[in-house]
């Protein structure tokens, strides 16, 4: 505004607006602008608690599934009853069932509470049996397979004790609850308290839980990951070997190589609409492709590996393209000028300055991949597995489970102590999903060149 326009509204009486001042228009502007920041706050933390309660939720739920009661016992392997000819043939030993070896831990049981002197009116021997998991004789009888010249000795054994022992000591059984359970009572509890009091009963950190694999209905205390850990790391070998060559070469050929028309549009168009297909959809088709028309063995790795390549495929590509893009043209251009051919510019110069996004959507693909499971329940690797896999690849076509179906499968399960042991699961494969974040991250800022 020129001074002469500036007397001419004076002499015209117009007031003139300085820029120093708020007027109306930039007050609801300004007032709209605090208010959508205002929701954006409000939004970030739900967003954050939702969050929050979700992990407190798990956590709370999972974190006791890494400790676990066990009782200490003093085992006298008795020659007569698990090797009557003395001969120490393991064939002869094997004969011997789980059915022979409880009473030796009913046994060693008694001479413990009696050597503590633990009694408990209304108990005898064989209701205090109960405190030791079922799954315990069998444990006692692959020791002894395995080392048979222990016969005759004996050996002091950690036993696991029963779920609702171990529930007992984590809050999820009470005295009063107790009186109302058949699998229990509040004399198995004080029998248990005497127990800890006398250290023949304590409660450490289960390293079973990683390594050993799913047990029964009746013995949720005796499950573990080891079969679900080893099958979710043969699929993520199958997929990291199949999807990361397959998909760099696809992605190399069309953003550097294709030719620019209606089939590779086609094309471009048909792997954005892969990578939106839900997860469901693969598995439908490895059911249909690779075991009824393939005939590969079902909730086996292999058929899992070959599903969540097919899955992952067209996020390593939309991944590696748009590293591919973010080369900038004059690299392109300038190995090309000094002679280099477009193949020597491409694998020498334009490949290793985008290999930090491919390795980032490489490592989210699989992470993507580890944590599917609807496609996985429609090729049968949601079957009660008890025997481990064979080392590769025999073991790839051995039945597996996986991390993801095994938390759907102890959720389906009536036990309160499997709900736990779910928890416990999730936080494992959490663990292992931020984890492979936090190696792309690493990758991505250790290759990372700037231009």
């Known amino acids: 505004m020129t001074d002469i326009s500036v007397f001419d509204n004076i002499a015209k009486g117009v007031q003139s607006k300085s820029l120093l001042a708020i007027d109306d228009r930039t007050k609801r502007r300004n007032a709209a602008e605090a208010r959508f920041r205002l929701w954006g706050r409000i939004a970030v933390a739900l967003g954050v608690l939702a969050l929050v309660g979700l992990l407190l939720s798990i956590l709370s739920n999972g974190l006791s599934s890494f400790q676990q009661t066990y009782i200490t016992v003093n085992v006298f392997l008795d020659p007569a009853t698990l090797d009557k000819d003395g001969t120490r043939d393991p064939a002869n030993i094997a004969k011997v069932s789980t059915f022979g070896y409880a009473p030796l831990i009913e046994k060693a049981l008694a001479d413990a509470m009696a050597t503590n002197d633990i009694t408990v009116e209304g108990m005898n021997a064989k209701a205090a049996a109960e405190l030791i998991s079922k799954e315990a004789p069998a444990s006692l009888r692959n020791y002894v397979l395995a080392n048979p010249s222990v016969i005759g000795e004996t050996v002091a054994f950690n036993l696991l004790a029963s779920g609702r022992i171990d529930g007992y000591y984590k809050g999820r059984v009470t005295m009063e609850s107790a009186a109302l359970d058949r699998n229990t009572s509040p004399e198995q509890l004080r029998l248990a308290d005497a127990l800890k009091g006398a250290g023949v009963l304590t409660t450490k950190f289960n390293w079973d839980f990683f390594t050993a694999p799913d047990a029964s209905d009746t013995r949720p205390e005796a499950a573990g990951l080891g079969v679900a850990i080893l099958g979710s790391a043969y699929m993520m070998l ?171 499968n102890w959720t389906q399960r009536g036990d309160p102590a499997f709900v736990e042991r779910a928890s416990g699961a999730i936080i494992v494969l959490l663990v292992f999903l931020v984890l492979m974040n936090l190696i792309a991250i690493i990758l991505r800022r250790r290759f990372e060149r700037r231009w």
């Open 238 to 408: 199958i997929v990291l070997v199949l999807s990361l060559p397959l998909g760099v070469a696809a992605s190399i050929y069309l953003e550097e190589f294709a030719p620019q028309n209606k089939i590779t549009d086609l094309i471009e168009v048909n792997i954005a609409n892969l990578a939106a297909v839900p997860s469901i959809v693969f598995g439908i088709l490895g059911l249909a492709v690779f075991i009824n028309f393939a005939g590969l063995p079902q909730s086996a790795p292999v058929v899992g590996g070959l599903v969540l390549t097919l899955m992952t495929l067209p996020t390593i590509i939309i991944a590696t393209r748009a590293a591919l893009k973010a080369v900038p043209p004059s690299i392109r251009d300038a190995a090309l000028g000094v002679g280099a051919s477009k193949m020597q510019s491409i694998f020498h110069h334009v490949l290793p300055l985008a290999m930090p996004g491919i390795l980032t959507g490489t490592i989210i693909g699989l992470a993507q991949a580890l944590g599917e499971t609807a496609p996985l329940l429609l090729i049968g690797m949601v079957a009660f597995v008890r025997e481990y896999p064979a080392g590769p690849p025999e073991g790839f076509f051995d039945p597996a489970s996986a991390l993801p179906v095994q938390v759907y």
